[in-house]
């Protein structure tokens, strides 16, 4: 019998649309939307960012768009894979048109002390394994101006001083995403891992932090397999957070996140 040929990806691209998470939210399945598909709109009405934080960006200027995976081989204690992969695709991306590119924990991207893309990757679960996940990502590209109160964006645009093709951008990014989610096909989580990590926001030295009970000083002393970050302060004890649970205290000149 001959084998069936995998479906092809594809790009859907919307003028409009509340949340690209929820448009894939509402087709995710292999045959309507096969794994690598996209859907990307020039504008949403309710971009979401982690835990309900919202994401401004000028329509049609950068690119706002999410992706789906079917990793139903991956273990869903194992589902922070998903995030490095995708961060270390967009970052992979900027590199090639500036320097100074980080990922600051857990799926943002810095250059320098600015944030230049957010994400958020929502994963369904079938037992103990994902269904999906769906990985909503926003890069501002083109923006040449932020009004909202956001404390530290900043664009490509602003950071190299010219505009940017962005079905090129795009393309560019899917093949770099499809390397990555390949790395992981084979069983590469180790690479995955190190390079997560040597990509990092503040990867060495002491910096001001803040969670529940204040402000204090540490430095990062690993990524877990979870995704929990710990950080060692000068005493050399270690404090391990989840999302949300720990805020990096910025410059007053570019806030804090």
């Given at each position: 019998?001959?084998?069936?040929?995998?479906?092809?990806?594809?790009?859907?691209?919307?003028e409009e649309t509340d949340s690209t998470n929820n448009y894939l939210h509402a087709r995710a399945n292999p045959k309507e939307m096969?794994?690598?598909?996209?859907?990307?709109?020039?504008?949403?009405?309710?971009?979401?960012?982690?835990?309900?934080?919202?994401?401004?960006?000028?329509?049609?200027?950068?690119?706002?768009?999410?992706?789906?995976?079917?990793?139903?081989?991956?273990?869903?204690?194992?589902?922070?894979?998903?995030?490095?992969?995708?961060?270390?695709?967009?970052?992979?991306?900027?590199?090639?048109?500036?320097?100074?590119?980080?990922?600051?924990?857990?799926?943002?991207?810095?250059?320098?002390?600015?944030?230049?893309?957010?994400?958020?990757?929502?994963?369904?679960?079938?037992?103990?394994?994902?269904?999906?996940?769906?990985?909503?990502?926003?890069?501002?590209?083109?923006?040449?101006?932020?009004?909202?109160?956001?404390?530290?964006?900043?664009?490509?645009?602003?950071?190299?001083?010219?505009?940017?093709?962005?079905?090129?951008?795009?393309?560019?990014?899917?093949?770099?995403?499809?390397?990555?989610?390949?790395?992981?096909?084979?069983?590469?989580?180790?690479?995955?891992?190190?390079?997560?990590?040597?990509?990092?926001?503040?990867?060495?030295?002491?910096?001001?932090?803040?969670?529940?009970?204040?402000?204090?000083?540490?430095?990062?002393?690993?990524?877990?397999?979870?995704?929990?970050?710990?950080?060692?302060?000068?005493?050399?004890?270690?404090?391990?957070?989840?999302?949300?649970?720990?805020?990096?205290?910025?410059?007053?000149?570019?806030?804090?996140?």
């Amino acid at each position: 019998m001959k084998k069936e040929e995998q479906p092809l990806p594809k790009i859907v691209r919307v003028e409009e649309t509340d949340s690209t998470n929820n448009y894939l939210h509402a087709r995710a399945n292999p045959k309507e939307m096969p794994e690598g598909s996209v859907v990307w709109a020039d504008f949403q009405t309710a971009g979401r960012g982690q835990i309900g934080n919202s994401w401004e960006s000028e329509a049609g200027a950068n690119l706002t768009f999410s992706a789906v995976l079917y990793p139903s081989f991956l273990p869903a204690n194992r589902q922070f894979l998903i995030s490095q992969i995708a961060v270390l695709s967009v970052k992979q991306l900027l590199d090639k048109y500036t320097g100074e590119v980080t990922i600051k924990w857990p799926n943002d991207i810095y250059w320098r002390d600015r944030k230049i893309c957010g994400m958020l990757i929502e994963n369904d679960l079938s037992g103990m394994s994902i269904f999906s996940s769906i990985i909503g990502i926003g890069i501002n590209i083109n923006q040449k101006e932020f009004r909202s109160n956001a404390p530290n964006p900043v664009s490509l645009y602003q950071i190299t001083g010219r505009e940017y093709d962005l079905e090129q951008l795009m393309e560019e990014f899917l093949s770099c995403l499809y390397a990555n989610y390949t790395l992981l096909l084979q069983g590469k989580e180790t690479a995955i891992q190190d390079a997560y990590r040597q990509a990092l926001y503040r990867r060495e030295g002491f910096y001001p932090y803040e969670d529940a009970n204040g402000r204090f000083e540490a430095e990062i002393a690993g990524i877990e397999p979870t995704g929990h970050l710990c950080l060692r302060l000068k005493d050399n004890s270690i404090r391990r957070y989840e999302f949300k649970e720990v805020r990096f205290l910025l410059s007053a000149t570019s806030g804090r996140s």
